[in-house]
């Protein structure tokens, strides 16, 4: 039986009511992401139409789900709301904090004794507050949801970004940081800006070497980073139909990388098979009754236009496998073209590393294919040319695939199997040679390529393709290789030409594990104790931040002017800082260190205007800090992009800086700034950016009159006396202003409970 399975049949038996009405107050048909978002809405039963983009709405979600990284901040929110149980079905999963180094069991030991704490903390917790805990190595976040708690028709949030993966099962699924989680957990409304509807429309069926991961990079390639902002993503059509579950969920999961709320499919056959596949018959049973409201109208896909505010169409028959990078997932590149490309840009045509796996490609469909592929380097007699890596994404998934002989398959390679946990994707990756900064060029079927985000290495270009190509361009270990036409010569200096990769979509004898590795909470929770060490250099308990005092913020300096891409990576590095996410002093030595100066175009390099010396940008800040000076960060488009991490936000908060003013935000970094009581502005003309100069004091001239839709007015006075007023805008509406006068949305919850 599925988990919450009774919570899952009370979100059917509601639906069907529920969407007629909204369909009714609406006056046509409904889109599925429609159907699910008025299913949700907190206040039940809909009781008026909302405008996609404009609309402030409350919703219920079903369920949270938190990563290990930001769990820890997330619940020592959680500790000060006052609550004795979580209100919703929970979850925590230790995937972060596993660097990949060796292999799986030693990199697995060698994390349970450097972050015993960390992990003995988040198991307390969660047994305390009666959240499901999964140990270190039952694997990624998002592999273990879609495996064991997504359905058709749901909605859940999760602490990171990539929880949208979950769109792979027909859900609503969205990335919040830890204080939106912490308002559901508590049982209060979530809020969301009713999303724009971008439809993809897929015909044709992939063949060769074309997979679901190559529909997202063309996506990608389409949108950029930030087309999908503010956006749910609906992918349908025959093409649709015709792909995998798990493959829809990798095309889900990098809809992170466009900046899209969520992306999600309506519910077919492959959801079903995957379903009863992973033991959720009950579940299927269950969707199959609602089936019809578990999908978009049929007038919604028969005319697509009249529904959608975009509408992209491709035809999956002739979709070329993509590669996409390097430094940025919208960069796409189809391989027939590859080699012009790299060769006019000079990338590194020698590949050093090919990984595959993580949260994005890690089914046991993915591990197939791939395996077919390697078990070609033998029977054709050929040498892997590149590092191999594999990351399987639970642990279910890594047994399964060992009893069906794909790791044998891999040893024959000398391919090294990772922990089931992140690793190198989101930069734990102890790679050997990284200090050493050489320029050099590996490929892997993750979903973001930011610089040093795998290996700490600025000069490292990575691509990111599917874990097929991904394995085919390592054994040839040349970035021009194209499998589809290229031939290779082996052992016997014969051209030999791999074949088309195969592989079942589920395993034909069925999933296995001996030990999922989860832990159920206790029933009462009472009597658990908590215990957070005040010497912890890993936990550190939270105090609320201080309210605002109701004047305008006057004499503030300019931290950093950031210049280009600023994702939550260049705001709070993860890799090695990893280890403090549950500390927020300590953490916030890493703030705004890959930030680039605007002004000396280096990174952690900012004038302390105090001294008139050049430091460290946490240094400067704490000197600001010390004395009682307020400041501000400001930056350039798409501010934020990336992961959903709040340390991003946090960090500047704890450290004093007053607001953060940008071209434009993505929209978690957006919302987690105003949870933490932070001015998240906007500028009125773009072009004031270039006015802002790197000695300016900056006055606010009319705070005190803070309200929905009213720009706000700031005065940078430059050094030589003369000043430019610069208009700002900003999206708070009166309940986040009310955030922002509390100190923090989390003062607001705990006051409640007093």
Known sequence: MAFDIEMIRKVYANMPARVDKAREIVGRPLTLSEKILYNHLWEGMPSKAFT????????????????????????????????NKVAVPTTVHCDHLIQAKVDAKTDLARAKQQS???????????????????????????QVVLENYAFPGGMMIGTDSHTVNAGGLGMVAIGVGGADAVDVMSG?????KFPKLIGVHLTGKLSGWTAPKDVILKVAGILTVKGGTGAIVEYFGEGAKNMSCTGKGTICNMGAEIGATTSTFGYDDSMDRYLRSTGRADVADAANEIA?????????????????????????????????????????????KMKEEAIKNDWPLQIQVGLIGSCTNSSYEDIARSASL?????????????????????????????????????????????????????????????????????VHSFNRNFSKRADGNPNTLAFVGSPELVTALA???????????????????????????????????????????????????????????????????????????????????????????????????????????GHLDNISNNMLIGAINAYNMKANSV???????????????????????????????????????????????????????????????????????????????????????????????????????KQLTLEFVHKDGSKNIIMANHTYNEGQIGWFVAGSALNLIAAAEV
């Open 52 to 83: 996609r983009g404009k609309d402030y709405v409350d919703f219920a979600p079903d369920r949270v789900a938190c990563q290990d990284a930001t769990a820890q901040m997330a619940l020592l929110q959680f500790m000060h709301a006052g609550k």
């Open 116 to 142: 015993n704490e960390v992990f003995d903390f988040l198991s307390s917790i969660s047994n305390k507050y009666g959240i499901g805990f999964w140990k270190p190595g039952a694997g990624i976040i998002h």
């Open 188 to 192: 209060m409304a979530w809020e969301l």
């Open 292 to 336: 019809d409201y578990l999908t978009a109208d049929p007038e919604v896909y028969a005319n697509p236009e009249q529904y959608f505010d975009q509408i992209i169409e491709i035809n999956l028959s002739e979709l070329e496998p993509h590669l996409n990078g390097p430094f940025t997932p919208d960069l796409a590149t189809p391989i027939s």
């Open 374 to 442: 390697a078990k070609q380097v033998a029977d054709k007699k050929l040498k892997t040319k590149a590092q191999f890596t594999i990351t399987p994404g639970s642990e279910q998934v890594r047994y399964t695939i060992e009893r069906d002989g794909f790791i044998d398959i891999f040893d024959k390679i000398n391919a090294t199997v990772f922990a089931n946990a992140c690793g190198p994707c989101i930069g734990m990756w102890d790679r050997e040679g990284a200090e050493k900064e050489e320029r050099n060029t590996i």
């Open 475 to 581: 054994i040839a270990g040349d970035l021009s290789f194209n499998p589809l036409t290229d031939t290779l010569i082996n052992e016997d200096g014969q051209e030999v030409k791999l074949d088309e990769p195969t592989g079942s979509e589920l395993p034909p004898r069925g999933f296995a594990v001996d030990d999922a590795g989860y832990q159920a909470p206790a029933e009462d929770g009472s009597n658990v104790q908590v215990a957070v060490s005040p010497t912890s250099e890993r936990l550190q308990l939270l105090a609320p931040f201080a309210a605002w005092d109701k004047k305008n913020i006057t004499g503030a300096k300019l931290l950093i002017k950031a210049f280009g891409k600023c994702t939550t990576d260049h705001i709070s590095m993860a890799g090695p800082w990893l280890r403090f996410r």
């Open 607 to 709: 004038k302390n205007e105090l001294t008139g010396e050049y430091d460290a940008v946490p240094a400067v800040q704490r000197a600001y800090k010390a004395a009682g000076i307020p400041s501000i960060v400001v930056g350039d488009h798409n501010y934020g992009e990336g992961s959903s991490r709040e340390h991003a936000a946090m960090e500047p908060r704890f450290l004093g800086v007053k607001a953060v003013l940008v071209k434009s935000f993505a929209r978690i970094h957006e919302t987690n700034l105003k949870k933490q009581g932070m001015l998240a502005l906007t500028f009125a003309n773009e072009a004031d950016y270039d006015k802002i100069q790197e000695d300016d004091t900056i006055n606010f001239l009319d705070l005190t009159e803070f309200a929905p839709g």
